[in-house]
């Protein structure tokens, strides 16, 4: 009789658990229209992502591939000789990476 109640209330306590798991969250959107915030280079805010931030160039077609490379970001910083001797990023626009 004790393991029967036993298995019952890890039963109970599994699908109390389980119940709360997740919360229903918004479907990611991307932003379009005259309000909508673009990069220079056409990409488009993703609204509700996982992410803290996350942008799509809506017309792009990658049913073509059926793999992808992800490698490593990485950035380079000189020391400014002129002026005031702060760090700045190198490379050309494209390559140095914006904040908001």
Do not use: F, W
């Amino acid at each position: 009789m004790n393991s029967r109640l036993a298995v019952l209330t890890i039963l109970a306590s599994i699908i109390a658990i389980t119940g709360c798991e997740t919360m229903p969250t918004a479907e990611p959107t991307i932003q379009m229209g005259s309000n909508a915030e673009v990069t220079i280079d056409g990409l488009h805010r993703v609204d509700n992502s996982k992410m803290a931030m996350a942008y799509v160039k809506p017309d792009v077609d990658l049913s073509g591939y059926t793999k992808i490379i992800l490698d490593p970001v990485s950035i380079v910083y000189k020391k400014e000789t002129r002026g005031t001797g702060q760090m700045r990023a190198i490379g050309s626009p494209r390559q140095r990476l914006r904040t908001t």
